[in-house]
Antibody, heavy 124, light 113 residues
Framework: QVQLQESGPGLVKPSETLSLTCTVS??????????WTWIRQPPGKGLEWIGS???????NYNPSLKSRATISLARSESQFSLQLNSLTAADTAFYYC????????????????WGQGTLVTVSS | DIVMTQSPDSLAVSLGERATINCKSS????????????LAWYQQKPGQPPKLLIY???TRAPGVPDRFSGSGSGTDFTLTISSLQAEDVALYYC?????????FGGGTKVEIK
């Protein structure tokens, strides 16, 4: 059974950089079978795709984030990470990592399973 | 970007009755080379992450009860709960994966009448 778990700070100051890690069990982020993704959800609001990563094809991102996001593989085959810089209050959200089940190139697919999510608050 | 519009924003249905949620995409998500619709549905209960229900518009994810069904093609899609149970109270989202950026609908809240 594949499981994902996000970890990182719950509070970050404006203008700083957020760093989150997703730990995967039951699958390897180094396989070519899947992409791995980050999605966020401001409290009480809808879902926004941040970007997705494949070991062999690299990452692609939502242009709405204006190049502030970087998704990368971590040192372990069971982890990948998200960095988001130049934070503002608008970046306050639950951040979820998930596996992408692929139906098209560039990581286009559906998300299953999801991590439990971690709330990140941007405030001084 | 493909804009996904869900309707209604919320609905209240009696236990055992049918619930119908609509999702409309601003462009087709039907991939002509394989005749598949690149659309998924998710359920999100309070305090939980979204859970995959349906992918490729009409294929139920493993373990999803058969009272959940997806239909539609091109730009218009429907998620139907044939007989609403108490545990189905949740937010429901559609998502397109035809183009990046991958985008979601705004969500539909299902409650018990």
């Amino acid at each position: 059974q594949v499981q994902l778990q996000e970890s990182g700070p719950g509070l970050v100051k404006p203008s700083e950089t957020l760093s989150l890690t997703c730990t995967v069990s039951g699958d390897s982020v180094s396989s070519d079978t899947h992409y791995w993704t980050w999605i966020r959800q401001p409290p009480g609001k809808g879902l926004e795709w941040i970007g997705s990563l494949s070991y062999s094809e690299g990452a692609n991102y939502n242009p709405s984030l204006k190049s502030r996001a970087t998704i990368s593989l971590a040192r372990s085959e069971s982890q990948f990470s998200l960095q988001l810089n130049s934070l503002t209050a608008a970046d306050t959200a639950f951040y979820y990592c998930a596996r992408v089940l692929i139906s098209g190139n560039g990581g286009r697919g559906w998300f299953d399973p999801w991590g439990q999510g971690t709330l990140v608050t941007v405030s001084s | 970007d493909i804009v996904m519009t869900q309707s209604p924003d919320s609905l209240a249905v009696s236990l055992g009755e049918r619930a119908t949620i609509n999702c409309k995409s601003s462009q087709t998500v039907l991939y002509s080379s394989n005749n598949m619709n690149y659309l998924a549905w998710y359920q999100q209960k309070p305090g939980q992450p979204p859970k995959l229900l349906i992918y490729l518009a009409s294929t139920r994810a493993p373990g999803v009860p058969d009272r959940f069904s997806g239909s539609g093609s091109g730009t218009d899609f429907t998620l139907t709960i044939s007989s609403l149970q108490a545990e189905d109270v949740a937010l429901y989202y559609c998502q397109q994966f035809y183009y990046t950026p991958l985008t979601f609908g705004g969500g539909t809240k299902v409650e018990i009448k």
